[in-house]
Each structure stands twice: as C-alpha cells, then as structure tokens.
C-alpha cells in the first residue's frame, strides 16, 4: 500500500512539474507575442496555440482600434489567403460527394463565356485543358489577377482597389480583367505560379455544382458543423452569431479593412474569422471530421513552391530550417496569408497555431514567430 501512495504521488508530483513547465513556456510565449506589438507597423495582433495531446488551449490579443478601443479574443480579423484552404476543401468535399474529379476539366463546370480565352498562350488556346488539380495547386500557367503585371502596364487589381475603394468586384468580372489585361505564364501543368485568378475559378466551380452562393456552402458544410460561429466571407455574408467586429489591418500605414473594393477577395482570400475558429478547423481537417484522412493525403502531395516551401491543394508546408538554419528543425502543414495571418500544425509536436499580425509588411515576421512559439514548445518537451 505504502508504494502504491509514493508511485501516485510520484506521478502527481511529475504532472504538477509538466504543468509548470508550459506555464513557463506560456509565459515566454506571451513575451514574443507582445514583442511583436511592439514594433511600430503593428496595430494588433492575435494568436492561437492548441496542442491535444500536450493538453494546452492558449490564445492571446492585443493592440488597439483606431478609436482607442482595445482589442481583445472576441474581435474577428481578415484571415486573407487562408481562405484558400477552405476553398480547397470545399472542393474536396464534392469530389468526396462524386460530383467532380480532381482531373477533371474545368471546361465541364464553367460557362463558355468564363472559358473562352481564358488561357492564351503564344497564339494557341489552351483553356479547354485546364485540370481542377491545376487550379488547386497553382499549376495551370494562369496570370494572376491580383498582383500580376498587366500587358498595358494598367494598374492591377490590388492597385485598383487602393485606387478606388468603393468599387464592388463580382467573380465574373475578375475573370475578365484577367483574360482582358493579363497573359498567361506557361502551359498548364508545366509550372508552378501562385495566383488568385485559380481560385476564383474554383469558388465559380463550387457555386455551379452545389447551385449554393460560395459563403452559403462554406456555412452548410463547414461553419455550422463544425460551429465556427465567428467566421464570414468579407462584404458578402455574416457570422452564426453575434461576433466582435473585425480589427483593422494595415498595408504600411494604409488602413484597409473597410473598403468595398476588398471584394475583388473572394474564393481565395476573404474570409474574416479568429484564431480559434481556425484552430477548431485546422483540426477537424486533420482528425478526419470534414474529409476522409486519404483525400487529405491527396491535398499534400507537395510540390516546390520556393525555398523551404512547398505547395499541395490548397496547402502549403513550411520547412523551417530549409528557409534558414537558423530557424528549428520543424515544419508545419497549413496556409498563410498577405496580411501577416497564418494557420498551421506542426506533425512533430502535435501543435496547432494560428493568428495574425494585421500588417502586410509583417508577413516574414509573423514565420519567424511562428517558429520561434514551435521551438520554445520543442525545447520544453525534450528537457
């Protein structure tokens, strides 16, 4: 009996010291975290660390509105590219449902008039070839619409809309600006660039099979399921429920997040949410809750994307120490976005992450502090 009570104590005892430990590790976390808002271009910021099987739940905000009134957890953000990720898996879930095929072409889902002259390239018409694969991973030789050159020398879309901020963007004229100002990069399949202009196309794909508006399917299959209720498509739907407005985020000093012409956003880049709505996401996508643990395979069969980066269906993976040895020896599975805002796991510490630094000039920080947060974790595990 006496070695029963020292061996439960014993293990006690050790839980007590675990605990500790992550508290320290909550606290040097905090710190990072706070160092980043302290840099002059950061407004606010928002973060979200949530690890299963090390059983912590963190979360942490700050900063201020223009208005002085504090940030804090219940305030939503611009998530920008991570909304891609949701568009891949809503894709996913009508290939799951036999509605479509990866290899399908696109030519079978879309109007002729979306078709037509899509992708031009050196006199020849290749549009009709174009696979849903493609699209998804950033292969189908496309222009992009946002940030690519036009042929004019006209501006872009992401010039357009701090040219003319009330102007409201539809998908289909997107496309046409596309087709109109742009040219193709190479033959589809025959490279990789990443560009919005695909998932466009892709939110066009799921509106005509499922016959839902793109913010409905994402409610129906995704929001109220896996009851992400502070989740929308910016200037197209609102919350499940009652949600913290959106914090303000900066290009530079240029504050952006209420303009109209944020529209041109849509498929691929316009969803407003917070750091646990992402979390709860994230990890419903990799438990098997939202598609099947095979299609997710297929979603991260990995191409390169640039240094210590690769790409898969609306996934991308980071190595950090492929971008630089000086970051850990870890990576991590998930998207980014143009705004500083992240969503990953990483496999090796069963850690999930998510948030947003709200400045574009911050992207590269906001890796950076998403690997030092991965390291201070892996350092408390194996000491």
């Known amino acids: 009996m006496k070695n029963i009570v020292i061996l439960f104590l014993s293990i006690l005892l050790l839980g007590n010291l675990n605990a500790q430990d992550f508290n320290n590790t909550h606290n040097e976390v905090d710190k990072l975290f706070r160092n980043e808002l302290k840099k002059e271009n950061v407004r606010n910021a928002f973060l979200a660390i949530y690890s299963p099987s090390l059983q912590f739940d963190w979360e942490f905000a700050g900063g201020f509105f223009k208005s002085g009134e504090p940030i804090t957890t219940l305030n939503a953000f611009y998530s920008a590219s991570i909304g891609k990720t949701f568009t891949a898996t809503a894709i996913a879930i009508l290939m799951e449902q036999k509605q479509l095929d990866y290899e399908d072409k696109i030519s079978m889902y879309l109007p002729r008039k979306v078709i037509e002259n899509l992708h031009v390239f050196e006199g020849k018409d290749y549009s009709t070839e174009i696979t849903i694969a493609q699209l998804l991973q950033h292969t189908s030789g496309l222009p992009d619409y946002f940030e690519g050159e036009t042929v004019d020398g006209s501006p872009n879309v992401i010039q357009s809309i701090f040219i003319d901020t009330s102007k409201f963007w539809n998908p289909v004229e997107i496309i046409s600006f596309s087709k109109e100002k742009m040219k193709p990069n190479f033959l589809p399949g025959a490279g990789y660039m990443y560009t919005d202009t695909e998932y466009v196309l892709l939110g066009m794909i799921i509106e005509h ?68 709505d992402l979390i709860t996401f994230q990890f419903a996508l990799n438990t098997g809750e939202i598609i099947s643990k095979n299609t997710l395979e297929t979603m991260q069969k990995w191409i390169p994307e640039t240094m210590g980066m690769y790409y898969g269906f609306g996934l991308r993976k980071v190595v950090f120490n492929e971008l630089s040895p000086m970051l850990p020896d870890l990576y991590v599975v998930g998207h980014s976005g143009s705004t500083g805002s992240f969503m990953y796991y990483c496999p090796q510490l069963d850690v999930y992450i998510a948030g947003t630094l709200n400045q574009t000039d911050a992207v590269q920080d906001a890796v950076v502090l998403t690997a030092n947060i991965l390291s201070l974790i892996s350092e408390n595990i194996h000491n």
């Open 209 to 276: 099979i499922s016959g839902m508006a793109l913010p409905d399917f994402f409610q129906k299959y995704l929001f109220e399921p896996l009851e992400m209720y502070n989740s929308w498509i910016n200037l197209r739907s609102k919350p499940l429920i009652h949600t913290g407005k959106m914090a303000e985020f900066y290009a530079g000093d240029f504050e952006g997040s209420t303009m109209t012409s944020l529209s041109a956003d849509w498929a691929g880049g316009a969803l407003v949410t917070t750091s646990a």
